[in-house]
């Protein structure tokens, strides 16, 4: 079984902002696993299903962003899973936008959701995605604000293929998913991407 946790904030005001670009994977990941995530279970929403035959649970806590780690090491209490069982997935100010990254472990890089995940969970040993939403003089305003509108003809396909990724990287392992993802990028504001 693997764990797929997307951060971001709850609430209708944070929806479609940047810093929810977890959330919004999970979304498409759920379609792809038949799946809702709507159950209520360790300070997280939850659907469990199956993507390309592996047994997943979907998470998006509750806790907002800078409390990630409270939800994540409950989960991984709960469904007694290792780290290497877990697959964060966030935005990244530090990659710009048309980009994703997947690594196996690594520092915060500055991302409080990903901060609070190391802090309770005693390590950075897990395997994340993130999803490059570009650099912006006000961080705080940039990560809590809507994508622009020129940014969104493309958002689609690039949470779409963050989703790819990520189900990639249950099935098939993180390191053929970082082989065929991370040089991905989007080319144009129209959407065309390469790989």
Same mark, same amino acid.
């Given at each position: ?43 997280? %929403? ?34 007694? %899973? ?31 959701? %990903? ?8 390590? =950075? ?27 969104? =003809? ?42």
């Amino acid at each position: 079984m693997k764990l797929i946790v997307g951060l971001g904030n709850p609430g209708a005001k944070y929806r479609f902002t940047r810093h929810n670009a977890g959330f919004m994977v999970v979304d498409r990941l759920a379609g792809a696993a038949g799946t809702t995530v709507n159950r209520r279970r360790c300070f997280s %929403l939850v659907g469990e299903g199956r993507l390309n035959g592996v047994r997943v649970v979907l998470a998006k806590p509750q806790t907002y962003m800078n409390l990630s780690g409270l939800a994540v090491s409950a989960l991984c209490r709960h469904y007694r %899973l290792e780290l290497a069982d877990l697959l964060v997935i966030c935005d990244d100010l530090d990659l710009e936008f048309g980009r994703i990254r997947l690594r196996p472990k690594g520092g915060s890089g500055g991302h409080r959701g %990903l901060a609070s995940i190391i802090a309770a969970l005693g390590s =950075s040993d897990f395997p994340r995605v993130r999803i490059g939403i570009g650099k912006a003089e006000d961080a705080s305003a940039h990560v809590l604000g809507e994508f622009a509108p020129e940014d969104q =003809s493309g958002l689609e396909e690039i949470l779409s293929t963050a989703a790819l990724a990520a189900a990639c990287a249950c099935r098939e392992g993180l390191d053929e998913a970082m082989s065929r993802f991370n040089s991905w990028r989007l080319m144009s504001a129209n959407g065309t991407a390469e790989v």
